[in-house]
């Protein structure tokens, strides 16, 4: 019975995963879309309006200051990438999480492949730039791919 229960616990943790994971790969979509039509300027202002009260209490504040100047200096061509980085990625979890949650099998070695992909990429990026967004983001598709494994074995290696 132990076995039993841990393997629904499993599951339904995998399956709220996937709808977390379809939820923000919608949002990371739009997000994606609004970069890539947004210009500079108005990126520098959502930022100003993000960190509005963190530069009121501190002129010189940290991560204020660090977004500010990113989004200041932020070149056409790093723009575009980051706008097409987000849209992609919210558009490939979309694209797995329907194809796992209609039981596809070429899904979950898809999705294994490309999710260890972009958590190589985001190790890679947190490496190199401090983001919380990112650390969440790997933390959050590392615990998905280690989910899809229990799924995929059970799911398929019991058929066997």
Not at 10 to 29: C, D, Q, R
Not at 39 to 62: A, N
Not at 84 to 104: C, D, F, M, P, S
């Amino acid at each position: 019975m132990h076995r039993y229960i841990r393997r629904v616990i499993e599951h339904k943790v995998f399956h709220t995963g996937l709808y977390i994971k379809a939820i923000y790969g919608f949002l990371e979509s739009i997000a994606g879309i609004i970069v890539l039509f947004a210009s500079q300027r108005m990126i520098t202002r959502f930022v100003q309006f993000i960190f509005g009260q963190e530069f009121i209490e501190d002129p010189h504040d940290l991560f204020g200051s660090f977004f500010l100047n990113l989004a200041n200096n932020l070149s056409v061509r790093m723009h575009v990438f980051i706008g097409l980085y987000i849209l992609v990625h919210g558009l490939v979890n979309i694209a797995l999480v329907l194809a796992l949650i209609h039981k596809k099998r070429w899904a979950f070695p898809a999705a294994g492949a490309l999710m260890g992909i972009f958590v190589i990429y985001q190790i890679y990026t947190i490496c190199f730039t401090f983001s919380l967004l990112m650390i969440f983001l790997t933390i959050t598709d590392l615990i998905i791919l280690a989910l899809l494994k229990f799924e995929y074995d059970y799911q398929y290696k019991k058929k066997k």
